[in-house]
């Protein structure tokens, strides 16, 4: 549910109901604005749909929550509930658009595992932030980068 409006002080979503309070945050001026609570989704145009369900769903292991190899738009998300939604849509991928930062319990073996399936990701190194990491473009060249906090 999407909120459009806002009427005296308080959002409405689209079906006209209310929303949830707003959640605000202090900016510097002292006055108090709203912020983004979440990423919700992500939507990646892909060539093809069955390559990249199966890369998504097989390869990375992420849950199918909509559609599939044969639909025009599919949904997965990590195991874990709280994680935002990877959309997939059928179209015409733009070049270098950002990169999308994957959680894994261990980027070594997430890494070699990969290796493994025929991929050739770029070796995992630690990054002067306190992360241990990797990238690979997946199969239409969307830079993804595999990521745990060190220590």
Known sequence: MSCHYERQGQAYCEEGRPSAPTRLTEVDSGRMVPRVEKVSAVTFQVTSMQVSVHFYRDVLGMELIYGGEDSYFS?????????????????????????????????????????????????????????????????????LSFARPLG
Request: hydrophobic share 35%; net charge negative.
């Open 75 to 143: 949904s997965l998300r990590a195991r874990e509930a709280e994680s935002a939604i990877l959309n997939l849509e059928k179209g015409h991928p733009g070049k270098r658009w950002g990169r999308l930062i994957l959680c894994v319990s261990d980027v070594d073996i997430f890494w070699n595992h990969l290796k493994e399936s025929g991929f050739a990701p770029a070796s995992p190194q630690d990054g002067a932030w306190g992360e241990r990491y990797f990238h690979m473009p997946d199969p239409d060249g969307h830079e």
